[in-house]
């Protein structure tokens, strides 16, 4: 029986989440994690809890010490592997590349299970030992479908702590979901809403600039319309571009930037996320600035450094001299109307990482279909991505503040022009620099 009943029209919310969603739905995650919580609720030897506590299958209690330390032996296999391997494949494996040494225990484990079920009184406790068997099935077929590498047209890879063992998994996903969504939901109801605001990559016609979503989740045919945003960008925001930096891959950027960057903070006392794309640039900015933010009175929230994201934004959203430097969760999702966020500093357009296993596997099958990587996913990824960041700024009518780019290409790039046409048209100033660190705007 069904907890929803029969329906033929699905509406999606944040559609643009659609390609994420179904990478993990479709995809393999095996983490150490998954096999330790499995086996600790069945028994934890150092607490003597978990189901099988209170039984009399002592076999299968000894099976769980077994498993368990076969799963140990496993993941430090996996991750001796990674460590010798990641430099040349950023953690793309082949087939077969560990010997499993861990389902054939985790099968014996199964089949104590049926047993221990078949022989139980309770029918609550029947199902819950027939629960945890089925676990133990599920392990086994994901642990066989990514060592061989059953599925065509996925990518294979491990994500590992560089440390630490325990924050280790094994990553499988389609390299092009569009079939699978087409499959499972296009073509299985009446009628599918697809709603974002971050769809079209540009144009300002109602139906441009939604190939690439189109494209990427399997729509074919379909119809398409952009709405107008009920506040007025004109008034509410203005955007400063930062002409002459250092491009971004140059080693004088950071420094730049940050001086550059202090201007804008001086001018919103704080109350700023800086957005970046990667850790490292990060905590490069945030140790240059923090003296310097420290002398004017403005306090450093500073992502992975201090709390979870839900309590740096809590602790944001309570107004004062702030400024939350973040990554990848502060683009989207993120709201914060009112004073508090007066100013958001992109500080390098969002490029993807192009070394990231399933990006690059994105971008091997467009260069074998005769396309060209950066133009046909790279670019049109990148504006959605900015597009969120700047929409982090106005979240009601009443909101006003600025928007920084400190990345130059998005002026000095022919391509700059697609991020520009993305976003809502509003009062742009372009910044030149100057000797004496003063500069001179020129209006858009």
């Not at 990674?82 to 985790?106: E, W």
């Not at 109350?271 to 004017?296: G, V």
């Not at 700059?416 to 509003?426: D, E, N, T, W």
Request: a neutral charge; hydrophobic letters at 40%.
């Amino acid at each position: 029986m069904s907890v929803l009943p029969d329906y033929s029209y699905v509406v999606i919310d944040e559609a643009h989440n659609i390609e994420h969603v179904a990478e993990d739905h479709f995809g393999i995650n095996i983490s150490a994690g998954r096999i330790r919580f499995l086996l600790d609720r069945l028994y934890n030897p150092r607490t003597r809890r978990g189901l099988l506590a209170y039984t009399d299958a002592r076999d299968a209690m000894a099976l769980v010490s077994q498993v368990n330390r076969q799963s140990r032996l496993f993941w430090q296999r996996v991750h001796d592997w990674y460590q010798q391997h990641k430099d040349q494949t950023n953690g793309r494996c082949y087939r077969n590349f560990v010997d499993d040494i861990v389902s054939a225990g985790l099968g014996r484990l199964k089949l104590q299970l049926l047993g221990l079920a078949k022989e139980a009184q309770d029918a609550d406790e029947k199902l819950e030992i027939m629960r945890f068997a089925d676990q133990c099935r599920s392990l086994i077929e994901d642990l066989d479908a990514f060592l061989i590498q059953k599925k065509a047209g996925h990518v294979y890879w491990i994500e590992a702590d560089a440390e630490q063992q325990v924050r280790i998994c094994l990553r499988s996903a389609p390299i092009n979901v569009g079939d699978d969504v087409r499959r499972c939901l296009l073509e299985k109801y009446d009628s599918v809403v697809l709603t974002s605001a971050t769809l079209s990559t540009t144009g300002a016609k109602e139906t441009e600039g939604f190939d690439f979503f189109a494209k990427r989740t399997g729509l074919e045919d379909f119809d398409s319309l952009k709405l107008g945003s009920p506040f007025d960008y004109q008034k509410q925001v203005t955007l400063y571009i930062e002409k002459d930096l250092p491009n971004p891959n140059d080693p004088a950027f950071v420094k730049a930037a940050a001086q550059a960057a202090k201007k804008y903070l001086r001018k919103t006392a704080g109350r700023a996320f800086m957005l970046f794309t990667s850790y490292a640039m990060l905590d490069d900015m945030a140790d240059t600035l923090t003296p310097w933010l420290a002398e004017n009175g403005i306090e450093v929230l500073r992502q992975a450094a201090q709390w979870d994201r839900t309590t740096l934004l809590k602790y944001f959203r309570a107004a004062g001299k702030r400024v939350l430097f973040g990554t990848d969760s502060f683009w989207q999702g993120v709201d914060v109307p009112g004073k508090a966020l007066s100013n958001v500093i992109i500080v390098r357009l969002p490029f993807a990482v192009p070394d990231h296993p399933l990006l690059a596997g994105r971008m091997e099958q467009i260069t074998e279909q005769g396309g060209n990587p950066f133009y046909d996913y790279q670019l049109p990824l990148a504006i959605l991505k900015f597009k969120q960041g700047f929409g982090r700024l106005i979240r009601s009518r009443t909101d006003t503040g600025i928007v920084v780019v400190l990345d130059s290409r998005i002026i000095t790039k022919s391509y700059g022009a697609r991020f520009l046409a993305a976003v809502p048209k509003c009062s742009t100033e372009i910044v030149v620099a100057q000797e004496n660190e003063s500069a001179h705007r020129t209006h858009m």
